[in-house]
């Protein structure tokens, strides 16, 4: 037990140290181009906050595909991070591998693979202000499901109306083929995930 202590501390130190710096990635990514449309863009409050719900929705259903499609792709070597995420959990590394991203790159990554096919429909569709409350969706959604994330491994607080997302995603670890969005589960009840699913199951 002596050995365990220091163990989860060290996991524990390097998990919070990884989610630190993909929040912080996530915000240059999110406010800069963000920012930038905005100079160059008719911007208002309202198309804002339109913005911001298409990509809170869009986050969420980025969330699923990704997580069902790729992660969990017995043969995808993207898949890799997340089997050891599935392998540690109640080990004192778990912590360690709780976060979403493995690291800001990642994060870019995340934004850039997203901002294609968002710029191809602004360009298209004329919809360029409502591109920057998109990122903002982005930001905010990739920070909070990591913090949400966290906070249902680690056991740690939550507020009463996100009680019932510690239950759903630790049913995702018990079956692995289900209950792809970690707490807000639009897609999964879209798709019929919130039973047992039909998607790769990660093995260790």
């Not at 499609?69 to 017995?74: G, V, Y």
């Not at 590394?93 to 990554?109: I, K, T, Y």
């Not at 903002?136 to 959604?141: A, K, L, P, S």
Request: glycine letters at 10%; proline letters at 4%; one cysteine or more.
């Amino acid at each position: 037990m002596s050995q365990e202590v220091p163990a989860e501390a060290r996991a524990r130190a390097s998990g919070r140290s990884r989610k630190r710096k993909n929040a912080i990635a996530a915000v240059l990514c999110g406010v800069l181009p963000a920012l930038c449309l905005g100079m160059y863009s008719s911007v208002d409050g309202k198309r804002l906050l339109l913005g911001v719900l298409i990509g809170l929705i869009w986050g969420n259903g980025f969330e699923y595909a990704y997580h069902r499609w790729l992660l969990h792709h017995p043969r995808n070597p993207l898949g890799t991070g997340h089997r050891d995420h599935h392998a540690r959990v109640g080990t004192a590394e778990e912590a360690e591998f709780v976060a979403l991203a493995s690291s800001p790159l990642n994060v870019f990554l995340l934004f850039a693979v997203n901002s294609i096919p968002a710029v191809l429909m602004a360009t298209l569709f004329g919809l360029w202000g409502i591109l920057s409350g998109v990122f903002v969706g982005w930001m905010i959604y990739l920070i909070v499901t990591e913090e949400i994330h966290w906070r249902i491994h680690m056991n740690e607080w939550l507020p009463a109306v996100l009680r019932y997302a510690r239950a759903h995603h630790m049913s995702h670890h018990d079956v692995p083929n289900s209950r792809f969005n970690v707490f807000l589960p639009i897609f999964d009840l879209l798709l019929g995930n919130t039973g047992k699913g039909t998607g790769f199951v990660v093995k260790a």
